[in-house]
């Protein structure tokens, strides 16, 4: 997915840029950035590739070549950035988190106009952040030019913008997908995905933008340049998921979230009558863990750690790119603790289930382990759709998630008629469904979540609320 960083302020941002931006390591594996001004030098940047190697450690070395009062850092899953750009608007720099689905149709738009050109990358495709950049400058102000480019992109597309006078312009995508904070301290501002990111460097809160807003942001305060749309339809697995237990998306803080999820999932059951005898619950590391929790505290089911990742020497799960090493270093990463599965009763909670590659291993080693049974419990609804907004099961298609594959296996093509049944546990194909995954992984019973009561633990409106990977609609 991604995240940015600004800071912009009447004393030196370097260290507020390197440990902001760093603390959205999270959100991205692909490329860091940064970006600082200062009135002298103009801007320095500083692009390296992260993917074996944090963030942090890539740029230690080139904070002493950085020195400024406004600055921007990014950590990006797509392409190189920060860009410098510049252009009848003036020099600017420019870092965006998002996705353009019409991407091939605005570049040949693009070139229609003889005369245009992209730099190509190696694979051939072009720089997002280069086309977001060309559209904006086929208008005549920033403003202009990034409410034009969010109109004709299909998708999503925050951007972060530095000129060449070191303000900072900061834009939230046109239905708020993604959030974007502003932080104050005594000397200046901060822009943000991540709230916690900049109360760790002394910022409170001071503003969340809304959908589609433009702020300019000074060292003396910030202005709306364009209002929201008023069309709020926040990512639902930012709580889910993405999110830092920290962070705070709307007022709703994360892990407070996950906790209320998995007690919403054991309450359910518990009035169903399906809530299994288990001697553990226990969340699949780490993002299971507290949803975990809350089922554990509703249940009144001890929580456990069966097993712990192992994680100095692979701290992320999602590297290395070959599926094959990803897949070996899950497993390397699974220590068990055998006095806490031989002979036992555990069930697990995992934030959500994707395609289901890593979860056979694990539901093998379990048993391989001495484990008793295993009952499997997601904190979502069966995803039945890939992400046509952020990078959560983009590179997917359809038919490799689970749910829509087992659906197929179960019904063919006439099956993908009838996906709100087969996502709903209280209906006969959502039974089907649940019972065909079951017998394909060795679960002795597998649950999802609601997606009333995923959408009951966030606790804003529903119609604020993205659940297109669920539902399909938007």
């Known amino acids: 997915m991604g995240g940015f960083f600004g800071a912009v302020s009447s004393r030196d941002v370097v260290m507020?840029?390197?440990?902001?931006?760093?603390?959205?390591?999270?959100?991205?594996?692909?490329?860091?950035?940064?970006?600082?001004?200062?009135?002298?030098?103009?801007?320095?940047?500083?692009?390296?590739?992260?993917?074996?190697?944090?963030?942090?450690?890539?740029?230690?070395?080139?904070?002493?070549?950085?020195?400024?009062?406004?600055?921007?850092?990014?950590?990006?899953?797509s392409d190189p950035q920060p860009l410098l750009v510049r252009s009848h608007l003036g020099l600017y720099t420019i870092t965006t988190v998002g996705i353009i689905n019409n991407a091939e149709?605005?570049?040949?738009?693009?070139?229609?106009?003889?005369?245009?050109?992209?730099?190509?990358?190696?694979?051939?495709?072009?720089?997002?952040?280069?086309?977001?950049?060309?559209?904006?400058?086929?208008?005549?102000?920033?403003?202009?030019?990034?409410?034009?480019?969010?109109?004709?992109?299909?998708?999503?597309?925050?951007?972060?913008?530095?000129?060449?006078?070191?303000?900072?312009?900061?834009?939230?995508?046109?239905?708020?997908?993604?959030?974007?904070?502003?932080?104050?301290?005594?000397e200046g501002f901060c822009v943000s995905f991540e709230s916690f990111a900049y109360h760790k460097l002394g910022y409170h809160d001071a503003y969340e933008l809304g959908p589609g807003e433009i702020v300019r942001i000074r060292p003396e305060g910030y202005e709306t340049l364009s209002q929201p749309t008023g069309n709020l339809k926040i990512c639902a697995f930012l709580w889910t998921y993405y999110g830092y237990p920290n962070s705070n998306y709307e007022g709703i803080n994360v892990e407070v979230m996950r906790y209320r999820n998995g007690r919403i999932m054991a309450r359910d059951e518990a009035q169903r009558g399906t809530l299994p005898d288990v001697d553990y619950v226990a969340g699949v590391p780490d993002s299971g863990i507290p949803h975990a929790i809350g089922y554990s505290n509703e249940s009144r089911k001890p929580f456990a750690r069966p097993f712990v990742k192992y994680t100095p020497t692979w701290p992320r799960s999602f590297m290395p790119a070959s599926q094959d090493v990803?897949?070996?270093?899950?497993?390397?990463?699974?220590?068990?603790?055998?006095?806490?599965?031989?002979?036992?009763?555990?069930?697990?909670?995992?934030?959500?289930i994707v395609r289901g590659t890593q979860l056979r291993e694990t539901v093998e080693f379990l048993y391989e382990s001495g484990a008793k049974e295993v009952h499997m419990r997601a904190a979502c609804p069966p995803i039945m759709f890939s992400c046509k907004y952020l990078n959560f099961s983009r590179g997917y298609s359809d038919q490799e998630l689970l749910a829509r594959r087992k659906i197929r296996e179960l019904e063919g093509e006439e099956g993908d008629a009838h996906l709100e049944e087969y996502g709903d546990a209280r209906t006969k194909r959502g039974q089907c469904l649940l019972k065909s995954i079951c017998e394909d992984f060795g679960f002795d019973s597998l649950g999802y979540q609601s997606l009333d009561g995923l959408l009951e633990a966030i606790g804003i409106e529903k119609e604020k609320v993205c659940t297109y990977c669920w539902t399909g609609k938007e």
């Open 16 to 77: 507020d840029v390197f440990f902001g931006t760093d603390y959205h390591s999270h959100l991205g594996t692909r490329y860091g950035g940064m970006a600082i001004w200062n009135p002298k030098e103009g801007c320095k940047r500083e692009i390296h590739s992260i993917k074996n190697t944090p963030f942090r450690t890539k740029f230690e070395n080139d904070l002493s070549e950085f020195s400024g009062s406004s600055g921007i850092g990014c950590i990006s899953d």
């Open 326 to 352: 990803r897949n070996q270093v899950a497993k390397m990463k699974q220590i068990p603790v055998p006095e806490l599965i031989e002979g036992k009763k555990l069930l697990f909670v995992d934030d959500s």
């Open 105 to 186: 149709k605005l570049i040949d738009t693009y070139f229609a106009d003889h005369g245009h050109q992209f730099m190509a990358m190696s694979s051939g495709k072009v720089n997002v952040t280069e086309l977001v950049a060309a559209l904006i400058n086929e208008k005549e102000t920033l403003t202009e030019g990034i409410l034009h480019a969010q109109d004709v992109i299909d998708g999503a597309m925050s951007v972060l913008l530095m000129t060449n006078n070191g303000e900072i312009i900061a834009a939230r995508d046109r239905f708020g997908r993604l959030p974007v904070l502003l932080g104050k301290d005594s």
